[in-house]
């Protein structure tokens, strides 16, 4: 199975860089994708990335970027993980058009979801609100044999 995770609005991060780094063992392969063509930018806080992620690719852009790349998938079966306000809420927004390869969406921490209430995920699709991070490797880690739902 493949990987694809996508960023919050802070984009790639050497956090960021890790936690792919981290997660890549039990996949056949990772992509990771974010809002800024794989730049590193360094924001101050939460409102200077999500103004900034407004102003130059915003939600839409991100579903778009996020929707070339599944447009190149072809056979592996993929697991899709979005973080926040960016990934997660571009993973839910294309959840309802999606089918094979995709096979599992997994959204953590997206608060904007309660803005697309209309979206009927056509995949199997998780939402998650954790507590600390190692609840995130364990679940994360858990993709490719689908166990998500009890946890």
Same mark, same amino acid.
Request: charged content about 20%; proline content about 3%; glycine content about 6%.
């Given at each position: 199975?493949?990987?694809?995770?996508?960023?919050? =609005?802070?984009?790639?991060? !050497?956090?960021?860089?890790?936690?792919?780094?981290? =997660?890549?063992?039990?996949?056949?392969?990772?992509?990771?994708?974010? !809002?800024?063509? &794989? %730049? /590193?930018?360094?924001?101050?806080? +939460?409102?200077?990335? /999500?103004? /900034?992620?407004?102003? #130059?690719? &915003?939600?839409?852009?991100?579903?778009?970027?996020?929707? #070339?790349? $599944?447009?190149?998938?072809?056979?592996?079966? *993929?697991?899709?993980?979005?973080? @926040?306000?960016?990934?997660?809420?571009?993973?839910?927004?294309? @959840? +309802?058009?999606? @089918?094979? !390869?995709?096979?599992?969406?997994?959204?953590?921490?997206?608060?904007?979801? %309660?803005?697309? $209430?209309? =979206?009927?995920? #056509?995949?199997?699709?998780?939402?998650?609100?954790?507590?600390?991070?190692?609840?995130?490797?364990?679940? *994360?880690? $858990?993709? !490719? #044999? /689908?166990?998500?739902? %009890?946890?």
């Amino acid at each position: 199975m493949k990987l694809i995770i996508l960023s919050d =609005i802070f984009g790639k991060t !050497p956090e960021f860089d890790e936690l792919v780094s981290l =997660i890549s063992d039990g996949y056949e392969s990772v992509k990771a994708i974010d !809002p800024y063509s &794989g %730049r /590193y930018l360094d924001f101050k806080d +939460e409102q200077e990335a /999500y103004d /900034y992620f407004q102003a #130059n690719t &915003g939600l839409d852009g991100y579903i778009d970027l996020l929707s #070339n790349s $599944l447009a190149d998938e072809k056979g592996e079966e *993929i697991c899709l993980v979005g973080f @926040s306000v960016g990934g997660a809420s571009a993973v839910w927004a294309v @959840s +309802e058009s999606l @089918s094979f !390869p995709v096979v599992k969406c997994i959204c953590f921490y997206s608060s904007q979801i %309660r803005n697309m $209430l209309q =979206i009927r995920p #056509n995949v199997d699709t998780s939402i998650f609100f954790l507590h600390h991070m190692n609840q995130l490797m364990m679940l *994360i880690r $858990l993709c !490719p #044999n /689908y166990r998500l739902e %009890r946890m």
